[in-house]
């Protein structure tokens, strides 16, 4: 599938900002590449929706479906799938984490907060109903641990526990120094101000996608991500890599 279209497919967000961010996002990685057409798409909440945004590209056109999405949830395990089943010559890449680079982005956003040796560190995830996902946010977490040297304790905002706001209460309760909250989340929105108000007077970091240009390494990541979708399938047949 060397010439697949990338359908950037995000959760979607009712706030401008969060909008900016990720739209931001895929014009730098279409600027990146500039011989694939990149179109951006929602499973959620905005428009143009995934069924949208394939109808609007060449029925006979490869198609490298790429999550715009931390972790494998349902939206990428069964969303995504079955939006995108009818449709001959589309593959779904993997979700943006577990990676690296996603801790590297981390670390870039709690450097403004001058991190010290006392403080405690809380990571802020969204939670999902699939297991499978809070586990890659945990996996996040020990990442995060690795690099700083020190313990990491992963809060969630919906449907996981520990919720962050008792995460947050917990690691005030025994900390030496402040608690920070480290923000797992893609871009602003209700989830990044859910955090905010859960986290009380702790600092919480900003989210992986801002009003700043994205870090490059987000723009590879994607890009990664979508060879690795456009290559599964040489032959153009529909499948999933998740």
């Known amino acids: 599938m060397t010439n697949a279209a990338l359908l950037a497919i995000s959760h979607g967000t009712a706030s401008p900002a969060g909008q900016a961010a990720v739209s931001a996002l895929v014009d730098a ?9 990149v179109r951006l798409g929602h ?10 945004s394939l109808a609007a590209l ?7 479906v790429v999550p715009l999405l931390l972790s494998a949830g349902y939206h990428v395990r069964v969303d995504l799938k079955k939006q995108s089943a009818a449709h001959d010559g589309v593959t779904i890449g993997a979700a943006l984490g577990p990676d690296p680079r996603l801790v590297d982005a981390l670390l870039a956003r709690l450097e403004p907060l001058g991190v010290r040796d006392d403080d405690t560190i809380v990571l802020a995830v969204a939670g999902s109903s699939d297991e ?3 586990d890659d946010c945990r996996a996040i977490g020990a990442m995060l641990a690795e690099r700083l040297g020190r313990g990491v304790t992963v809060g969630f905002l919906a449907a996981a526990e520990p919720r962050l706001g008792a995460a947050v209460d917990a690691a005030r309760a025994s900390a030496r ?4 909250v480290a923000n797992y989340l893609l871009a602003p929105g209700y989830f990044h101000d859910l955090a905010v108000r859960l986290s009380g007077d702790a600092p919480v970091a900003r989210p992986l996608l801002d009003d700043d240009a994205p870090a490059a390494s987000l723009v590879d990541l994607v890009i990664d991500r ?11 047949a529909a499948g999933a890599t998740v």
């Not at 499973?43 to 949208?52: I, K, M, N």
């Not at 060449?58 to 490298?64: G, N, R, S, Y």
């Open 29 to 37: 990685v279409a600027a990146a590449l500039p011989a694939v057409t």
């Open 43 to 52: 499973v959620d909440v905005q428009q143009p929706d995934v069924a949208a």
């Open 58 to 64: 060449p029925e006979d056109q490869q198609i490298a």
């Open 132 to 134: 499978r996902a809070n």
């Open 177 to 180: 120094g402040r608690v920070i």
């Open 226 to 236: 979508y060879h690795a979708a456009a290559d599964s399938h040489p032959d153009g």
